[in-house]
């Protein structure tokens, strides 16, 4: 039968501080693996907003683009119902120069002047 060993104080020592090493290494790998994951969470979260970022900015510059054509779409109606409504004046006061004329031409051959 073979002698049991008793232990001491300083076995136990030895064996508490083996224990508390491996419980330290197991502490830094999984530290590790939460920075990693951490890390890389952080990067896609990154990505994503940047992803949004981009899409809201092609969205305002589509907006802006409808805006603008809108914008143009207006001036260009507005203008062609100003050019309308002069030419339409314009016309009105020549006829109305003309009436004039004749009415001055009709007064004038009632009254007897040339």
């Known amino acids: 039968m073979a002698k049991k060993k008793n232990f001491t104080i300083n076995d136990l020592a030895v064996k508490m501080d083996v224990g508390f090493k491996g419980v330290d290494l197991k502490f830094r790998v999984l530290d590790l693996k939460i920075d ?33 054509d809108f914008r143009i779409d207006v001036t260009q109606r507005l203008e062609h119902i100003e050019q309308v409504i002069l ?24 009254v007897g002047k040339k």
């Open 36 to 68: 990693n994951v951490a890390e890389r969470i952080t990067k896609e979260t990154d990505a994503k907003i940047d992803n949004l970022a981009i899409m809201v900015n092609k969205g305002f510059e589509s907006i802006d683009k409808k805006i603008e």
């Open 87 to 110: 030419d339409d004046h314009r016309e009105r006061i020549n006829r109305l120069e003309d009436q004039v004329k004749e009415l001055q031409a009709d007064f004038r051959a009632l």
